[in-house]
């Protein structure tokens, strides 16, 4: 099975969908046998960080064509935490619902992601934002060339 690294970054100007901002994602996919790095970035009007986050880690799987070993790298405590702390099971379980607690926030991309992931072998790990991370860094720039690119 091919082994993919994947480092994710979204951000936002202005985290309001009901106000005109832009957003981006960035999302650097590394390909170690094969020495291979691929960049992804795009803009988007009137969103939010969350979504951005979330629509980082679904454009780099998206681009994977056959089933992967993947290693998602991302600063995004929300992304990461609702995997390896099995709240996206929780939600699933819940009809794509937070229960009792109400609505889920972003579902029909946690819906999508969930599929996605679920074709691919995948671990989710935390990195700190805006550190010495060459890649995370990497993926933060993306974003905010995104972002110019929009405005």
Known sequence: MKEVIIYTDGGCRGND??????????????????????????????????????????TG????K???KVKIYSDSAYVVNAFNQNWVD????????????????N???????????????VEFIKVKGHSDNTYNN???QLVNEAMDEIS
């Open 107 to 121: 579902r029909e991309l946690w819906i999508e992601l969930y599929e996605l992931v679920s074709k691919h072998d």
């Open 66 to 68: 056959e089933k992967c």
């Open 61 to 64: 799987l998206k681009l994977l």
């Open 17 to 58: 969908s009901s106000i005109d901002n832009v957003g981006g994602i960035g999302a650097v996919l590394m390909y170690p046998s094969k020495g291979y790095v691929k960049e992804v970035k795009e803009g988007f009007k009137n969103t939010t960080n969350n979504q951005m986050e979330l629509l980082a880690v679904i």
């Open 138 to 140: 990497r993926a933060d």
């Open 90 to 105: 929780s939600w699933k379980k819940k009809n794509w619902t937070r229960g009792k607690s109400g609505e889920l926030k």
